[in-house]
């Protein structure tokens, strides 16, 4: 379990030793807030879900190659949530998550676009469900994209949203008998507010 938790944490030093192969390294940090929920595919009547807020800090290391286009690699914390509130009434988790994003930055002038590939690990929960139903110390994929504002060189504010590609639970539908007849999953998405220093 202790060696899954290290996973995220070694994948960022190995990014961070290739791109230290390139000159001009940028290094800062973020954190802001968060705002998430899930979603049910195939959607189901079983339970509604709703949002509730979080936060989140990560360090960055961003690898410009030309005015225009850098990558950028964070390794974070974040905690975010789901509220369920139909079947499970007013049932809400905190989900706290290593995280460990990888994006395309594209540069207009002011504005910074991003977008590529998550890969998160639920390491804790609150309250502690009563049956085994969040996936702890497992890596999910999930796809992000984000929008910042180049305030100064030093300076950001951004706005990213997360949406999930790996199913964080699942639900089994039975017959009377107890025979599975479907199955839906719960998927993970997160609306991020958040200033950046870059040193």
Aim: proline share 5%; glycine share 8%; charged share 20%.
């Amino acid at each position: 379990m202790m060696k899954n938790k290290l996973l995220l944490p070694l994948l960022f030093l190995c990014v961070l030793g290739f791109q230290k192969s390139f000159a001009q390294l940028e290094f800062g940090v973020l954190a802001g807030a968060n705002y998430s929920g899930g979603f049910y595919s195939p959607n189901t009547h079983f339970d509604q879900t709703g949002f509730i807020p979080g936060f989140h800090i990560h360090a960055f290391i961003q690898k410009p190659f030309n005015n225009w286009l850098s990558v950028r690699t964070e390794l974070g914390f974040s905690r975010r949530g789901i509220h369920f509130n139909k079947a499970l009434k007013d049932a809400k988790y905190n989900l706290d998550f290593i995280t460990l994003p990888v994006l395309a930055e594209f540069k207009i002038k002011k504005i910074q676009l991003g977008v590529g590939p998550e890969l998160s690990m639920l390491i804790a929960q609150n309250p502690e469900p009563i049956f085994d139903f969040f996936s702890e110390n497992e890596v999910k994929v999930n796809l992000t994209g984000d929008v910042t504002y180049l305030i100064s060189d030093h300076f950001e504010a951004g706005f990213r949203y997360t949406h999930g590609l790996s199913p964080q639970s699942s639900i089994e539908y039975t017959d009377v008998e107890g025979n599975e007849i479907g199955k839906s999953y719960l998927y993970l998405q997160s609306l991020q507010l958040s200033g950046a220093y870059k040193f």
